[in-house]
Antibody, heavy 125, light 107 residues
């Protein structure tokens, strides 16, 4: 059974950093692109970042570009999100999400077929 | 970035009703449109991909249609477990973007 388990969330002050992790199991991790999707309390879904199987293709939402860095370690079957210069508006539940495709490119159909349960990030002084 | 606009934002309906949710993209995305269902307190779940393909295990009362910029999700006969929030998402462009969601409530 496929499983994605996020960790690393917590309460952090504005301007500080946090690193999220996602441990994958039950599937061949390096056969798939991976993403982070967040959901602010009571709000909708927002795609944050995605990474192809070999880290060759990476993308970010404009709202986090230059502050967040996505990475993966295929040997450890893990996905990461380094979040710097955190703001109150980054407060959200962060989901680790598996893509059906191996890479992330424009003009190629894909979808998110598996989601973790999320890790909560709260940015407040 | 591609903007995805869902309508309505909320909808009240009864068990057995047929409901339709609309999603519009700010530019053509071919048929690269997915629909997700989110129950309260749970992670989203894929229902339909490529505008009209039903994900394995999803009941056949769910269907999707559309291409280009206009898409619909239809539930033919609402069941109690269908009351949830529904999101469309485009997978043609990066960044991937979601609609704002449609909350389906019991009348």
């Amino acid at each position: 059974e496929e499983q994605l388990v996020e960790s690393g969330g917590g309460l952090v002050q504005p301007g500080r950093s946090l690193r999220l992790s996602c441990a994958a199991s039950g599937f061949t991790f390096d056969d798939y692109a991976m993403h982070w999707v967040r959901q602010a309390p009571g709000k909708g879904l927002e795609w944050v970042s995605g990474i192809s199987w070999n880290s060759g293709s990476i993308g970010y939402a404009d709202s986090v570009k230059g502050r967040f860095t996505i990475s993966r370690d295929n040997a450890k079957k893990s996905l990461y999100l380094q979040m710097n210069s955190l703001r109150a508006e980054d407060t959200a539940l962060y989901y680790c999400v598996k893509d059906i495709r191996i890479t992330m490119v424009q003009g190629v159909s894909s979808y998110f077929d598996d989601w973790g349960q999320g890790t909560l990030v709260a940015v407040s002084s | 970035d591609i903007q995805m606009t869902q309508s309505p934002s909320s909808l009240s309906a009864s068990v057995g009703d047929r409901v339709t949710i609309t999603c519009r993209a700010s530019q053509s995305i071919s048929n690269y449109l997915n629909w997700y269902q989110q129950q309260p307190g749970k992670a989203p779940k894929l229902l339909i991909y490529d505008a009209s393909r039903l994900q394995r295990g999803v009941p056949s009362r769910f269907s999707g249609s559309g291409s280009g910029t206009d898409f619909t999700l239809t539930i033919s006969s609402l069941q109690p477990e269908d009351f949830a929030t529904y999101y469309c998402q485009q997978s043609y462009f990066i960044p991937r973007t979601f609609g704002q969601g449609t909350k389906l409530e019991i009348k």
